[in-house]
């Protein structure tokens, strides 16, 4: 059965911007590393990081596949209804992270991305999560997948 537009408005307003399901994982894996000590949310950092390691000059990013565009299934995944308006919505999205990323780049930070299907394999998202966190920040700039 499909959604009236008044059943899809009420969707849409309950979907969040912080605190979401993959980010609360992805910060559970973390501490389930004893990896601690980050900061949520910097509102001084460009982009305001999802978990922000201060002291490391490392910050992560945790991606929803549809909302940035990922080349997943999901993020390829196009609405029929209003098509043009989400064109649009996800390249601006697509647009600012890159400007985020740029610009932490420049203030010497490091950053990584990590995208929400990439929870479904959590011994590889570890070891990811804790490469980049333990890696020296000398230039290790992780770019996204686009």
């Known amino acids: 059965m499909k959604e009236s537009p008044e059943q899809r408005r009420y969707v849409m307003r309950a979907v969040r911007s912080r605190n979401t399901t993959p980010e609360r994982a992805v910060r559970q894996l973390l501490r389930s590393q004893g990896l ?37 299934p999901r993020g390829k995944r196009m609405p029929v209804n209003n098509a043009e308006y989400w064109r649009h919505k ?9 400007t985020c990323l740029a610009e932490l780049s420049r203030l010497g930070w490091s950053v990584l991305i990590v995208w929400e299907c990439e929870l479904r394999d959590k011994p590889a998202l570890i070891e990811k999560l804790v490469r980049f966190v333990n890696e020296p920040s000398i230039d290790s700039n992780q770019q996204p997948c686009f």
Do not use: T
Request: with cysteine; net charge positive.
């Open 90 to 98: 996800i390249g601006r999205n697509r647009e600012r992270d890159q």
């Open 36 to 72: 601690s000590g980050y900061r949520l949310h910097r509102k001084e950092l460009p982009g305001k990081p999802d978990v922000a390691f201060m002291g490391r000059r490392k910050v992560i990013f945790v991606h929803g596949c549809f909302w940035h565009g990922h080349h997943c």
